[in-house]
């Protein structure tokens, strides 16, 4: 099944204490995105990666870092995490930067206490 | 700024009539337009686009329309049903990524 899996899917931390969320994807797909949503706000995106080795930030990068060592996986980095990152964390994939129909994970649920 | 904006947080309509979600952008550069689909407890999922060459996009219940002079797009679904009732995301494409909207809630009532 295609599909894009994001682990762990909820996650109760403290501040200052890293953590990275999984992304993967089956599909072979070359762009993948990170995005939160918070009420209000809608999806913002965090960073996103056009392929391999490849990656560029979106609309609200700080506190994140991404990489992007094969394919099929784009791991969300927080190395000091804090409350403001509480949030909905979607991970997404689509085939490439000219086809924008992006597969979404089923996100991941974070509180940084 | 907002450069895609709904400015109806929400929507509610009775089964059977049509809804219309509507969504404005400012930037005349987006080439791409798209609708998500969002229950809760999942991700957002893909249901309808558009390309700025087009005015107009149909997939059975769904219509996407685009007026680019007035940087405007709509989602009309009819006959609107209680599977509908979802909260709707417009995005704008610039390049591959995606701009959204901060999302409608629609209700659809039977």
């Known amino acids: 099944e295609a599909q894009v899996t994001q682990n762990p899917r909820y996650l109760i931390t403290v501040t200052g204490k890293k953590l990275t969320v999984t992304c993967s994807q089956n599909m072979n797909h070359e762009y993948m995105s990170w995005y939160r949503q918070d009420p209000g706000l809608g999806l913002r995106q965090i960073y996103y990666s056009m392929n391999v080795e490849v990656t560029d930030k979106g609309d609200v990068p700080e506190g994140y870092k991404v990489s992007r060592k094969e394919k099929r996986n784009f791991p969300l980095i927080l190395e000091s995490p804090s409350p403001n990152q509480t949030s909905l964390y979607f991970c997404?994939?689509?085939?490439?930067?000219?086809?924008?129909?992006?597969?979404f994970g089923p996100g991941t649920r974070l509180t940084v206490l | 700024d907002q450069q895609v904006k709904q400015n109806s947080p929400s929507l509610s309509v009775q089964e059977g009539r049509i809804s219309i979600l509507n969504c404005d952008y400012t930037?005349?550069?987006?080439?791409?337009f798209l609708w998500y689909k969002k229950y809760p407890a999942e991700g957002p999922t893909f249901l309808i686009s558009i390309s700025s060459i087009k005015d107009k996009n149909e997939d059975g219940r769904f219509t996407v329309f685009l007026n680019k002079s007035a940087k405007h797009l709509s989602l009309h679904i009819v006959p609107s049903q209680p599977g509908d009732s979802a909260v709707y995301f417009c995005a704008a494409s610039p390049k591959g990524n995606l701009i959204f909207g901060k999302g409608t809630k629609l209700s659809v009532k039977p």
């Open positions: 930037n005349s550069m987006f080439d791409y």
């Open positions: 997404a994939s689509s085939l490439g930067t000219g086809l924008a129909e992006q597969f």
